[in-house]
T-cell receptor
Framework: GQQLNQSPQSMFIQEGEDVSMNCTSS?????WLWYKQDPGEGPVLLIA?????ELTSNGRLTAQFGITRKDSFLNISASIPSDVGIYFC?????????FGAGTRLTVKP | EAEVAQSPRYKITEKSQAVAFWCDPI?????LYWYRQILGQGPELLVQ????????DSQLPKDRFSAERLKGVDSTLKIQPAELGDSAMYLC?????????????FGSGTRLTVV
């Protein structure tokens, strides 16, 4: 089936630094989504991208839908301690949503 | 804000026992999903319902897993018998429709430990 490769697996950064993570796939998706998951909770949607090339911002978060429809990235600017968590990319096509393995973000105050 | 309710939050069971999880989606959401998330991995779809009908259960291990949504509202996922490898977080999500543009809302999950 479709497989999403998300990188990096983990990041340790200082508060205030910018963060970038990305997701690639061998298959085309119609929609790319980015979720954040806190320990013991379900994923929460951060950003959804619906068109190839689309660049969308949500506060300090910026995400882009790759032109080839096979990749997406998420940037977080000026990180703060509450950004800690696991970030998942997800690709959606044909009633099917697949998730990457996640990027675990640690922010040191 | 409307939430997807799941219970129990935590479940410890012995292998070979039966276990069941319950999910109450956001009111009016026709589409309901059950996902399994193994520690350190992303969620993987087990089953998708549209109202009371199963739309996709291709990844559901049907020899031991079953899911139902009899009245098209709340749903139950059952495992019988449980195996050690079933230890995971079981997440329920719901959406107004089946497309990604409707947005999925996830519940807080049920953490299952099989001993």
């Amino acid at each position: 089936g479709q497989q999403l490769n998300q990188s990096p697996q983990s990041m340790f950064i200082q508060e205030g630094e910018d963060v970038s993570m990305n997701c690639t796939s061998s298959s085309i998706f119609n929609t790319w989504l980015w979720y954040k998951q806190d320990p013991g909770e379900g994923p929460v949607l951060l950003i959804a991208l619906y068109k190839a090339g689309e660049l969308t911002s949500n506060g300090r978060l910026t995400a882009q839908f790759g032109i080839t429809r096979k990749d997406s990235f998420l940037n977080i600017s000026a990180s703060i301690p509450s950004d800690v968590g696991i970030y998942f990319c997800a690709g959606h096509s044909n009633n099917d949503m697949r998730f990457g393995a996640g990027t675990r973000l640690t922010v040191k105050p | 804000e409307a939430e997807v309710a799941q219970s129990p939050r935590y479940k410890i069971t012995e292998k070979s026992q039966a276990v069941a999880f319950w999910c109450d989606p956001i009111s009016g959401h026709a589409t309901l999903y059950w996902y399994r998330q193994i520690l350190g991995q992303g969620p993987e779809l087990l089953v998708q319902f549209q109202d009371e009908s199963v739309v996709d259960d291709s990844q559901l291990p049907k020899d031991r897993f079953s899911a139902e949504r009899l009245k098209g509202v709340d749903s139950t996922l059952k495992i019988q018998p449980a195996e050690l490898g079933d230890s995971a977080m079981y997440l329920c999500a719901s959406s107004l429709g089946a497309g990604a543009n409707y947005g999925y809302t996830f519940g807080s999950g049920t953490r299952l430990t099989v001993v």
